[in-house]
């Protein structure tokens, strides 16, 4: 079964850009850009900062985000795009948040563990 492409990830593309002698500091000022307007991409689709990334590597924007565009190669729909590409990050980010729960409930048992073990401390001392 042949699995779907995956989105490059944010540091593989500033790698490409810096094999290629870039920053997007560089780029963006070559298309008389604030660095925000080419680097928001990594937040959210944006066609045209997709296509200035990529033409300055000598590929097509959907070889670089490919969950962005129709098999076509045209860009999928702002909402469409955001809403597939989000839905990604949201399940990522529930995960995280599982983890997170997880990860205090530990924290608050250790504490609780601790406090216990103090006060049967104290009361021995306080006994003796």
Not at 12 to 36: F, M, N
Not at 65 to 84: F, I
Not at 88 to 110: N, Q, S, T, W, Y
Request: glycine share 8%.
């Amino acid at each position: 079964m042949k699995t779907p492409p995956t989105d490059w990830l944010w540091d593989e593309v500033l790698a490409a850009l810096h094999s290629e002698g870039l920053t997007l500091r560089g780029l963006a000022a070559k298309h008389g850009l604030d660095v925000q307007a080419i680097s928001c991409v990594q937040f959210r689709p944006s066609p045209l900062s997709q296509g200035r990334i990529a033409e300055a590597l000598g590929v097509l924007p959907q070889q670089i985000w490919p969950n962005r565009y129709e098999a076509d190669g045209t860009p999928l729909s702002r909402n469409e795009g955001h809403g597939r590409w989000m839905g990604k990050a949201l399940a990522v980010r529930e995960v995280a948040l599982r983890k997170l729960a997880l990860a205090r409930k530990a924290c608050a048992l250790a504490a609780k563990s601790t406090r216990t073990d103090e006060s049967r401390n104290a009361e021995t001392t306080a006994e003796v």
